[in-house]
């Protein structure tokens, strides 16, 4: 729009200092940014309608014709030419160039398409054999962030997803290994528990309350890890890491159905101490060791009559040989 206004302006100017034979009104000369400027400050005033004197009137006439030479020369192509704007110098690329740039620029991004097209035919395959799996694979590998985790971890993320538990329980216990739980240790840190006093445990009052100290290190959570390996028949050294537990626990049986079946114990057994735990801070309610072994065979006896069906067992079967019923 200011460009428009000036163009405007100049045309109007020149017209009203043009010769008497009208050959401006037909044809405008314009004026350069330099010739302009000199102009302006010369024959400030000039459009009073006042005639103006010869000084002026000559001084005008030479501009002009100096104008005209430059206008010549800048018509040709020229590498760039400078506006006077506002007191602001602004520097244009001629159309040409611009031209040329434009081209240039659609050509390499033409490459880098083409060159992009060429990687993914040759990774997802372009005989029309493409599939989601070897698409996820390809966004994994090219733009996943690299992993917070070890290489040791990563496995055991994966394998926590083959256990008979429901949904929303895996992806609680996948929290528990990423340690996203709310405990008071994480609250803490996000700010909101602001006194360290705050922190401990409640159930021993001893130490802070941590992932691996809720469920693996407080005294009520090794209680029920005792009475669980019991109950299977297992003898083992209770560890001390969320990930070597979950490992450990299913890892005396080769047999797929027994490990999917361990696997959701240890779901059971981590969902309920978690439980326990909310029922204790928000409701005062302390449930008994006894009690919360009895919670986990029952709920682990719910999941697996839900998962695997015809399968007949009864709580009775279940309390005195899970390892054989698992095989059902």
Request: glycine content about 6%; proline content about 3%; charged content about 25%.
């Amino acid at each position: 729009m200011a460009a428009l206004l000036e163009y405007n302006e100049r045309k109007r100017a020149v017209k009203r200092h043009g010769s008497k034979d009208g050959g401006c009104r037909k044809k405008p000369i314009f004026l350069g940014p330099q010739k302009w400027t000199q102009f302006m400050k010369t024959n400030k005033g000039g459009a009073s309608g006042k005639k103006r004197s010869k000084k002026s009137k000559t001084n005008s006439t030479k501009l002009m014709a100096a104008d005209s030479q430059e206008d010549s020369i800048q018509n040709e192509d020229s590498e760039s030419m400078e506006v006077v704007r506002d007191n602001h110098v602004q520097t244009l690329i001629p159309v040409s160039n611009i031209q040329v740039v434009l081209q240039e620029g659609v050509e390499c991004q033409m490459m880098d398409d083409h060159a992009r097209e060429i990687r993914l035919e040759a990774e997802l395959g372009a005989d029309n054999n493409y599939t989601v799996k070897g698409g996820y694979l390809f966004l994994c590998e090219n733009f996943s962030p690299k992993p917070e985790v070890s290489q040791g971890v990563c496995s055991v993320l994966k394998r926590l997803w083959e256990s008979k538990a429901p949904l929303k329980v895996i992806i609680f216990s996948w929290q528990l290994l990423y340690l996203r739980l709310p405990t008071k240790v994480n609250l803490w840190k996000r700010g909101v528990i602001c006194r360290v006093e705050d922190v401990n445990c409640n159930w021993c009052l001893s130490e802070v309350e941590s992932e691996s100290h809720i469920f693996l290190r407080c005294g009520k959570a090794v209680d029920v890890w005792c009475a669980i390996y019991g109950w299977l028949g297992l003898q083992t050294v209770l560890p001390g890491d969320l990930c070597c537990s979950f490992e450990t626990f299913g890892f005396p049986f080769s047999s797929k159905k027994r490990r999917g079946g361990l696997y959701m114990i240890w779901h059971a057994t981590m969902w309920l101490l978690w439980k326990d735990r909310n029922l204790f801070i928000f409701e005062g309610k302390l449930i008994l060791v006894a009690d919360i072994v009895e919670a986990i065979q029952r709920l682990s006896l719910k999941w697996f009559l839900a998962s695997c069906q015809g399968a007949v067992c009864w709580i009775y079967d279940w309390k005195k040989y899970p390892l054989h019923c698992l095989l059902r």
